[in-house]
Structures are given as C-alpha cells and as structure tokens.
C-alpha cells in the first residue's frame, strides 16, 4: 500500500466518510500489513479494520500492551488512562469510575441542560450569521467540565482558552506548546487547591476518598486527561453532529418530528462519526493469530474504529439512519479502555443536539459545504461551523 503523503489514511476522511481505499480495505481483509504513519522510521505494523478482530485485540490485555515503551517504565504522559496497562491501568480507573455512575450522571443532568441553553442563547445573541462551534460545540463541553471539576468561575474563561489555543493545527507550535504548559499548570495549581480544601466535585471526592492511594502527578495527569478528552471530543461531536442532520434534511426532520428517537440518534451519530478514527497503538506482546494473519511478538498494531464502524453486511447500507440499533459500535473503545466518561458524553449530546432543533427550526449552514474546514487531527471535527437561522 502506498505511503500516504500527510497522515496516515486510517485517520484520514473525504468529509464525513472515510477514505475509500480504507473502506476497500475493510471489505476485502480485516488485517493489513501497512504503513501506520508518515514517518519512514516508524517502519510497517498492522491495520486492523473488521469489527470482530477490532473488538479481539481491544479487548485483550494479556496479549496487546497499549503502554508506549519507555526506557523509565512509565507512561509518557502520567495519568492518561490510554498509555497504562493493568494493574496501574486498574487502579487509577477505579478511582475515577464511581464518578461516572448513573446516580452521578442524574444529578449532572439540570446543570447540563442549562448549560445547554445559556449556550444557545450566545449564539442567538451572537446574531446571524454565527459559528456554532464557538458559542455551543466548544462553550457546553467546556462548562460541563468545569462544573464537573468544580473550577472557579473566575478562572473559566481563561482555561477555555487554554484549551483552545493548546489544540494541535491553532495557532501553531510554538502556541500550542505554550498553552499546553500554562494549562499543565493550571491544572497543578487546582490538585494543590483540592488536596487542601477538597470540594464536591471530582477531584475533591477522589482526594477525600482516595488521597492516600493517588500521587499529585498522577492527579494532575487524570484531570488534564479527562478535562482536556471530555472537552475536545464532545466539541468535534457536536459540530460534526449538527452538520451530518444539515447535510441530512430528512434525518433531522424525523428527530425533530419524533424526540424519541434522541438516544437512537446518539448512538447512531457515535457510530457514524467516529470522531477518534483510530485507537490508541498496541504493541504485541506475543505471537498473536488473528484473522488469518499472524502478528508478531512487537508488532505494533492500530485498530481502525471508524473503518469497523462503517463496514456493514452485505446489502445494508452505512449511511446516517437514526432508527438504526447502532449499539454494537466500537466508538468508544472496547475493553479496559472503554471510554470512561461515556455515559457523560451521551447526556451531553442527548440534551445538545434535541435543544438546537428546538430552538432553531430554521437552521442551516451560511457557508457553501465546500468551504466547510475539516481538522485532520484526532478528534476529527470542523474548526468552525458558520451557521443562520
């Protein structure tokens, strides 16, 4: 397979779709030996695009690490969740799970509708036409997570802007380093802040609760992972999603006219959209036998969530349909590394896309699709979303 010249194709779209080579290839092979990225150095590894074996290596620990190697023994980034392996992978999980419960969620619910609608009020307010993502997809996650992490409301603006400003493909480098930093030490400023006055909020609990067993480094490192994922992949979903409904008139008209097709309509766009199109690497750890092929102990593997997504049986279509029972996709991930803020990212779309249709009947793109700006990087998503109404 040819080297791509800018990313590699398993993260690469045309618009809301996959590459069609990659589509090819997830009909013709659920295992490819390939190219994994543009770095010649890097080598070949495995591109694995059936749902089935997606859902086999995701799921197995035993035999496929997700740590990155390092001479230290320790992930690169302490306290991001994807890079551990068990046990450590286990107990820094359990100490975030009881916060993401169902009970938990419920009480989440009122502050994130109104989130929701203060949100929507900006960008009425903003007059038309206006860009979606900067007064509803990047502005409800943001406040979600900071109601969540019980942050100040002083200082929100400024962290939206850090987390903003710190995405790949801003403003450049040298900027997003410099965010990267400054949001790095904001968040150590706020472990110090909790472990002396623990609140009733995420980090407050942990600490309360858990003080004893979790290190400030690795608090740190759990809240800049789930604030800074919460927050970017929410935000790529709630542009991408309004855009796929306009792009789909006659899927949007069906939510509107039934609103209890919302949860449907959620899962559906999940699926759709994979906005993470793949997962984070595997290296194997042992000789592996895996549809008909055999994956070599320190091969490095990559899981394509969007390619075991859009693959359909034969005669079926994988076109947005939000009556579908999208529940069998792999979006979130699979296994140990099931998102762990899912059942968040859920309540977030299911009040967001519902109170858009609600408040604005009428809403349509101001910009030809054409000049609709796409972001390569992970998560997948638009820069901006210029919208009337």
Same mark, same amino acid.
């Given at each position: 397979?040819?080297?791509?010249?800018?990313?590699?194709?398993?993260?690469?779209?045309?618009?809301?779709?996959?590459?069609?080579?990659?589509?090819?290839?997830?009909?013709?092979?659920?295992?490819?030996?390939?190219?994994?990225?543009? &770095?010649?150095?890097?080598?070949?590894?495995?591109? *694995?695009?059936?749902?089935?074996?997606?859902?086999?290596?995701?799921?197995?620990?035993?035999?496929?690490?997700?740590?990155?190697?390092?001479?230290?023994?320790?992930?690169?980034?302490?306290?991001?969740?994807?890079?551990?392996?068990?046990?450590?992978?286990?107990?820094?999980?359990?100490?975030?799970?009881?916060?993401?419960?169902? !009970?938990?969620?419920?009480?989440?619910?009122?502050?994130?509708?109104?989130?929701?609608?203060?949100?929507?009020?900006?960008?009425?307010?903003?007059?038309?036409?206006?860009?979606?993502?900067?007064?509803?997809?990047?502005?409800?996650?943001?406040?979600?997570?900071?109601?969540?992490?019980?942050?100040?409301?002083? &200082?929100?603006?400024?962290?939206?802007?850090?987390?903003?400003?710190?995405?790949?493909?801003?403003?450049?480098?040298?900027?997003?380093?410099?965010?990267?930093?400054?949001?790095?030490?904001?968040?150590?400023?706020?472990?110090?802040?909790?472990?002396?006055?623990?609140?009733?909020?995420?980090?407050?609990?942990?600490?309360?609760?858990?003080?004893?067993?979790?290190?400030?480094?690795?608090?740190?490192?759990?809240?800049?992972?789930?604030?800074?994922?919460?927050?970017?992949?929410?935000?790529?979903?709630?542009?991408?999603? *309004?855009?796929?409904?306009?792009?789909?008139?006659?899927?949007?008209?069906?939510?509107?006219?039934?609103?209890?097709?919302?949860?449907?309509?959620?899962?559906?766009?999940?699926?759709?959209?994979?906005?993470?199109?793949?997962?984070?690497? !595997?290296?194997?750890?042992?000789?592996?036998?895996?549809?008909?092929?055999?994956?070599?102990?320190? &091969?490095?593997?990559?899981?394509?969530?969007?390619?075991?997504? !859009?693959?359909?049986?034969?005669?079926?279509?994988?076109?947005?349909?939000?009556?579908?029972?999208?529940?069998?996709?792999?979006?979130?991930?699979?296994?140990?590394?099931?998102?762990?803020?899912?059942?968040?990212?859920?309540?977030?779309?299911?009040?967001?896309?519902?109170?858009?249709?609600?408040?604005?009947?009428?809403? !349509?793109?101001?910009?030809?699709?054409?000049?609709?700006?796409?972001?390569?990087?992970?998560?997948?998503?638009?820069?901006?979303?210029?919208?009337?109404?």
């Amino acid at each position: 397979m040819a080297r791509p010249t800018d990313l590699s194709m398993h993260n690469r779209r045309d618009r809301l779709a996959p590459l069609p080579e990659l589509t090819r290839l997830g009909a013709t092979a659920p295992l490819t030996r390939t190219d994994l990225t543009d &770095d010649p150095s890097a080598g070949t590894g495995w591109l *694995v695009t059936g749902q089935d074996e997606v859902r086999a290596v995701l799921g197995d620990t035993e035999r496929f690490s997700t740590q990155p190697p390092s001479d230290s023994g320790r992930p690169a980034q302490v306290g991001n969740l994807v890079q551990y392996d068990p046990p450590d992978h286990t107990r820094l999980r359990q100490l975030l799970a009881p916060e993401f419960t169902v !009970r938990r969620m419920r009480g989440l619910e009122p502050a994130v509708d109104r989130i929701v609608e203060d949100c929507l009020d900006s960008l009425e307010k903003a007059g038309r036409p206006a860009d979606f993502m900067r007064h509803v997809a990047w502005s409800v996650p943001g406040m979600v997570m900071c109601e969540l992490f019980g942050v100040p409301r002083d &200082d929100r603006d400024e962290l939206a802007r850090l987390l903003k400003v710190g995405r790949p493909a801003f403003r450049g480098r040298r900027a997003q380093v410099t965010a990267g930093g400054a949001y790095l030490a904001y968040m150590g400023r706020l472990v110090a802040r909790k472990r002396r006055e623990p609140g009733d909020d995420l980090l407050g609990r942990v600490v309360r609760e858990h003080g004893a067993e979790v290190s400030d480094e690795e608090l740190l490192g759990l809240g800049a992972f789930v604030m800074g994922s919460g927050v970017e992949n929410v935000a790529a979903m709630l542009g991408l999603g *309004v855009l796929s409904l306009l792009e789909h008139p006659a899927q949007l008209e069906l939510l509107r006219a039934r609103p209890e097709l919302t949860d449907r309509a959620v899962e559906e766009l999940i699926r759709y959209l994979s906005v993470i199109p793949t997962a984070s690497p !595997r290296i194997a750890r042992e000789d592996v036998t895996l549809g008909g092929q055999v994956i070599k102990a320190g &091969d490095r593997v990559a899981c394509s969530l969007i390619a075991a997504n !859009r693959g359909t049986p034969e005669g079926t279509s994988d076109g947005l349909d939000i009556t579908r029972d999208a529940t069998t996709h792999v979006a979130l991930g699979h296994g140990i590394h099931y998102c762990i803020g899912a059942s968040l990212v859920r309540m977030e779309l299911r009040s967001a896309y519902p109170a858009v249709l609600r408040r604005f009947p009428e809403l !349509r793109l101001a910009a030809p699709e054409a000049e609709i700006q796409f972001r390569p990087q992970a998560p997948y998503g638009v820069e901006t979303l210029p919208v009337t109404w």
